[in-house]
């Protein structure tokens, strides 16, 4: 059997050109899952983020029932896991753009949530002079103070199935999207 150069050369050729199109083919399906599994990771920590400041508003929604005295009750404040969720979605903005709107929307009511929590605080102070008590047991019998902590509690509901419903997008889009 006799080989003649072009062949040969044709032949080594193709076995190249075959290399370089698998390499630059395993490459780009690398790249494809290393892309996924940063996106899995990311959103995985975001959910988990969002499920840790769920259980923080739920906390803050029964602290005035915790407390003893007025004076003693702080209010809605922004937890620790909503301020690292807030840095990571502010990093990856382009990343998570798919969810973006739900977070601006999140975080519109989370901010009108501390300023009414502020409302509700100076109004509890003013009912506690008005009732002179101090008691938050003894306050909530009021029926104005129980319309108050029941608004609030009402507000927290209502930011927390909007948490639950970017928690819900978000898994489908992984189930969809990366799976």
Same mark, same amino acid.
Request: hydrophobic fraction near 45%; aromatic fraction near 6%.
């Given at each position: 059997m006799e080989l003649n150069l072009s062949e040969i050369v044709n032949t080594l050729l193709g076995v190249s050109a075959g290399g370089i199109i698998s390499i630059v083919t395993s490459n780009l399906v690398n790249k494809k899952n290393l892309k996924n599994q940063f996106m899995f990771d990311l959103?995985?920590?975001t959910k988990?983020?969002?499920s840790e400041w769920t259980n923080d508003l739920l906390n803050n929604g029964v602290e005035f029932c915790e407390c003893e005295y007025v004076k003693q009750y702080k209010g809605y404040k922004l937890s620790n896991s909503a301020r /690292?969720?807030?840095?990571?979605? +502010?990093?990856?903005?382009?990343i998570l753009s798919n969810f973006n709107d739900e977070f601006i929307e999140i975080r519109s009511r989370d901010i009108r949530l501390q300023?009414?929590?502020d409302e509700y605080k100076k109004e509890i102070l003013k009912l506690s002079k008005k009732y002179n008590t101090e008691n938050t047991l003894?306050?909530?019998?009021?029926e104005d103070v129980?319309? /108050?902590i029941n608004n609030y509690? +009402?507000?927290i509901m209502a930011l927390i199935k909007k948490i639950e419903t970017l928690i819900t997008k978000i898994d489908n889009y992984i189930y969809k999207k990366i799976l």
């Open positions: 959103l995985s920590e988990l983020l969002l /690292i969720l807030i840095q990571k979605i +502010e990093t990856n903005k382009y300023m009414k929590n003894e306050l909530l019998e009021y129980a319309k /108050i509690a +009402e507000d």
